[in-house]
């Protein structure tokens, strides 16, 4: 692990093994680089990993002013160029991650290989919009603890708890986020505008779906999909954060679109 201060933000990152191949991981909103663990043993044979806390999580610097999906793209990108890696590189999100990965992909279509989008938020239908920022305006006002059962319900119900001590782990540190960060974060994602942005995507692109997830089930998601220039669409028997619910799925998943690509 290591921090550096880039782009205007320190980042606390993490980059693993080696090969001709590079691919990018990117945490939830509410979560942190350590949301991959599961996955990476499986990932990183013949590849170079680099995952990181995004800005406002984990032990990244905080956040106090809005942020935009576009500013956190160019996160990657100043991550990319400070630690030298050169050349198109792959990329796998989980929600809001996945967001971000495809705002690099349509901002920096040459530095984009691949990109692995899970459970894809992109944005929030107006018609839910009044209701979520009352709930961030409620979280960013008590904590995270005054969110963790209402969110838990939809993104990490009962038939993906599979593992007690995974779950218990994931819950306890997704309440030791800072609120306020978390909020901003919401709030960026309820703001958004990325329609131009997934349409100038050129790399092909993988949309994921857990058939368990209730806040971007595959009704959702496959949508999203259709959006994308070059996108396909599968669901997996998983929750919103698939990574963590079900990593053989997910490493598996990963691997099979990447691998033949020589990614």
């Known amino acids: 692990m290591d921090w550096i201060d880039i782009n205007g933000t320190t980042l606390r990152y993490d980059i693993q093994g080696s090969g001709p191949a590079t691919l990018v991981l990117i945490h939830e909103m509410g979560g942190t680089l350590e949301s991959w663990d599961g996955v990476l043993p499986d990932l990183l044979p013949g590849r170079r990993i680099l995952r ?13 002013a809005p942020v935009t999906f576009h500013t956190m793209a160019s996160d ?6 400070a630690n030298g890696i050169t050349g198109p590189v792959a990329l796998a999100g989980c929600a809001v991650g996945a967001g971000i990965a495809l705002t690099f ?11 692995i989008a899970m459970a894809p938020a992109t944005g929030m239908p107006a018609a839910r919009r009044e209701a979520v920022l009352a709930t961030v305006a409620a ?14 319900a939809n993104s990490y119900p009962p038939e ?12 306890a540190r997704w309440m030791a986020g800072d609120p306020q960060s978390y909020a901003a974060i919401y709030r960026m994602l309820v703001n958004a505008e990325l329609a131009d942005t997934l349409a100038a995507i050129a790399c ?3 949309c994921i779906a857990g058939t368990h997830d209730k806040l971007r089930p595959p009704a959702v998601v496959e949508p999203i999909a259709a959006t994308i220039p070059n996108a396909s669409f599968a ?4 929750g919103h954060f698939m990574a963590v619910q079900t990593p053989g799925l997910v490493a598996a998943a990963i691997n099979q679109y990447l691998r033949p690509r020589g990614l």
């Open 52 to 64: 990181y806390d995004t800005r406002g999580a984990g032990q990244s610097e905080k956040l106090r």
């Open 76 to 81: 990657i990108a100043a991550l990319l160029d």
């Open 105 to 115: 992909a349509g901002t920096y279509p040459t530095s984009a290989a691949a990109v």
């Open 139 to 152: 979280t960013e006002a008590a904590g995270m603890r005054a969110a963790v059962e209402s969110s838990f």
């Open 160 to 171: 993906v708890r599979h593992d007690a001590e995974v779950f218990r782990r994931f819950r």
């Open 204 to 206: 092909p692109v993988h």
């Open 235 to 238: 669901p997996i028997e998983s």
